[in-house]
């Protein structure tokens, strides 16, 4: 099983429009409605890949209850604490078909107590006990402190699960010192542990030397369309991502993570699980959904993907 943790749990709903004019009313149709969030998507593509899922962290009122309703629909296993203090927020994407491209409106989350924060901690162990692979996904609502995914991680790995962070800013500058087992900022978030904008690939090199120095077993970071670099056991790999037509890239991350969990958890070499993770963020590419891939593509896009080794 994998358990993936989402701090700032969703709905997320989609407008496809023709085209979206700032300023002037639009008609849409009907929108997709998805539970989102980073680990709630990861979960959601972990169960489509097949293995079992349980989806936890914090969720709130009437919004909370339609996410673990809708999970519950989409046979994925959950464990949330509710929190008192407001509502799970509402996300909102608008895909504009004329231009292509996704605009994105995001609520803040509840407010979440020390006690609920350590209500979390507690599932995490139990649910850690319970799976191969936990996944730390998404930022970290407003005040919950930003060493959150240290605590967490710590206390997944001391019930003997591999950890895989995908965060940014402070989460995952303090979440790097539980050394998980895998991190995957992007290009954007990797500044942060560059100190500057990452320019160029060889800079990329000496973080990956001392990420791996520091106890992370394995670094990748996501370069979108220009695929993805990771360091694992000495070794330097590049998978340069297939060609395809995208519709949204929001959420590529989110399937490329899911895959990854699954292929770890089932035992498999880094090289293949790079290639299935690059196959699915592509998959997800392909589709309107955020984190959601057919996975047919998936089968299809890993044909078309090497791997280098640097
Ligand atoms: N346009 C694309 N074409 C082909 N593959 C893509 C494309 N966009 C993303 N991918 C694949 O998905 C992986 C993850 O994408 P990306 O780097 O955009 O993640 P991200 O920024 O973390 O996304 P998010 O946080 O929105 O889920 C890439 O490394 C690549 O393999
Ligand atoms: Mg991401």
Redesign the pocket.
């Known amino acids: 099983m994998i358990m993936t943790v989402t701090l700032n749990a969703a709905i997320d709903k989609t407008y496809i429009v023709p085209k979206f004019p700032i300023g002037e009313a639009t008609r849409a149709g009907r929108p997709l409605v998805h539970p989102g969030g ?1 680990g709630i ?1 990861v979960a959601r593509v972990v169960r489509q890949f097949g293995m079992p899922s349980l989806a936890t962290g914090f969720v709130g009122g009437k919004n909370g209850e339609a996410i673990t309703d809708m999970l519950s629909g989409l046979d994925v296993g959950h464990d949330f604490v509710r929190v008192a203090g407001g509502e799970s927020r509402l996300c909102l994407t608008i895909i504009d078909e004329a231009s292509g491209r996704a605009t994105e409106l995001l609520e803040p989350g509840p407010p979440v107590t020390a006690r609920e924060l350590s209500e979390l901690k507690r599932k995490v162990e139990l649910g850690a006990r319970r799976s191969k692979v936990a996944v730390f996904s998404g930022s970290i609502p407003e005040g919950i402190p930003s060493s959150v995914y240290r605590e967490l991680i710590a206390a997944a790995q001391a019930a003997g699960c591999l950890t895989i962070l ?1 965060t940014s800013g402070d989460g995952l500058v303090q979440g790097i010192a539980a050394k998980p087992f895998l991190i ?6 990797v500044a942060r542990l560059l100190g500057k904008p990452l320019e160029r690939e060889e800079e990329l090199y000496p973080l990956f030397g001392r990420l791996l120095a520091q106890g992370i077993a394995c670094a ?9 670099i990771a360091a694992h056991n000495g070794t330097l790999y590049k ?1 340069p ?4 037509r ?1 519709v949204n ?9 899911g895959a990854l969990a699954v292929q770890l958890a089932s035992g498999a070499s880094m090289e293949r699980a790079l290639i299935q ?6 998959a ?2 392909l589709t309107f959904e ?2 959601f891939v057919r996975v047919e593509d998936v089968k299809r ?1 890993a044909q078309e993907i090497s791997v280098m080794r640097l």
């Open positions: 980073k998507n995908d995957k900022p992007n290009e954007h978030e990748v970071v996501s370069l979108g369309a220009q695929g993805c998978v991502a297939p060609r395809i995208a890239t929001v959420g590529c991350g989110d399937s490329f993570v993770a690059a196959a699915a963020g592509a997800d590419a955020a984190g896009l």
